[in-house]
């Protein structure tokens, strides 16, 4: 594999995790700016109280602005599986793309090479799990979109990043369930409590079903609910098997 190039720029904006720290979580964002020297430049700004852990530029190039052991200003008000402090256990990756204000636009194949780079290294440096490897729409739906749509999150699950179910065969007889597909989000990680379920829902659709991203509970979303919220079921017991056959083995 090629050694991961990473080039610093540090930003003043950060602070000291939270005790007992700990590190179980990677979120995906895009800048949303107009050119990468603009989001640096936002991103270490003192006055703007913003930042992020890495930026990858759509040539590929990678920079370090925060430490992994600080606490980058990336997530907000957010939430995921029921816990609203994510800066304090999460690594955040900015993604140089103009957003959907700018012109939102496919990740070029440079850029998604070095995000995948950069992730495969930050998950062997850190217990972070398939199913805590997140978009920024999905921590905070009612107010944000990225990644998108366009970011390609199979190619990173047959990486080992982050979770990509197949789409399973229509079943002809399946019957759309809201309580059941509420119900799903939840399982998944969504935090629908905390905000609109419509939002919740295109949060997911711009991860797990980005031709469709209108909110709307169809055959087709409930149906991807479903298979998705069986695969996060099956890498969570697949970490904690590994956690305590981790544990049997030190006794």
Request: hydrophobic letters at 40%.
């Amino acid at each position: 594999m090629t050694r991961l190039k990473v080039s610093d720029c540090l930003s003043p904006n950060h602070g000291p995790r939270s005790e007992p720290a700990r590190i179980d979580m990677l979120v995906l964002h895009y800048t949303g700016m107009k050119t990468a020297a603009a989001a640096l430049e936002r991103l270490c700004d003192p006055a703007s109280r913003v930042s992020a852990h890495y930026v990858v530029e759509e040539n590929g190039v990678i920079w370090r602005l925060v430490p992994d052991r600080r606490r980058a200003f990336h997530a907000g008000v957010s939430c995921w599986e029921g816990e609203s402090d994510l800066n304090s256990v999460s690594i955040g990756i900015e993604i140089v793309n103009p957003g959907h204000e700018w012109g939102y636009r496919r990740f070029p194949e440079a850029q998604m090479a070095s995000v995948e780079q950069l992730c495969r290294d930050l998950l062997s440096h850190h217990p972070i799990p398939p199913y805590r490897v997140v978009g920024h729409s999905d921590i905070a739906p009612e107010r944000k979109s990225d990644p998108g749509e366009l970011f390609d999150w199979a190619s990173l699950a047959r990486a080992g990043i982050g979770i990509w179910p197949p789409e399973g065969t229509p079943v002809p007889d399946f019957v759309v369930d809201p309580a059941r597909s509420l119900d799903d989000l939840a399982a998944i990680g969504y935090c629908i409590a905390a905000g609109p379920q419509a939002a919740a829902l295109v949060g997911f659709q711009r991860r797990f079903r980005p031709a469709c991203c209108d909110g709307r509970l169809d055959v087709g979303t409930a149906r991807r609910l479903s298979e998705v919220r069986a695969a996060f079921a099956a890498s969570r017991a697949a970490r904690g098997r590994t956690r305590y056959s981790s544990r049997s083995s030190v006794c």
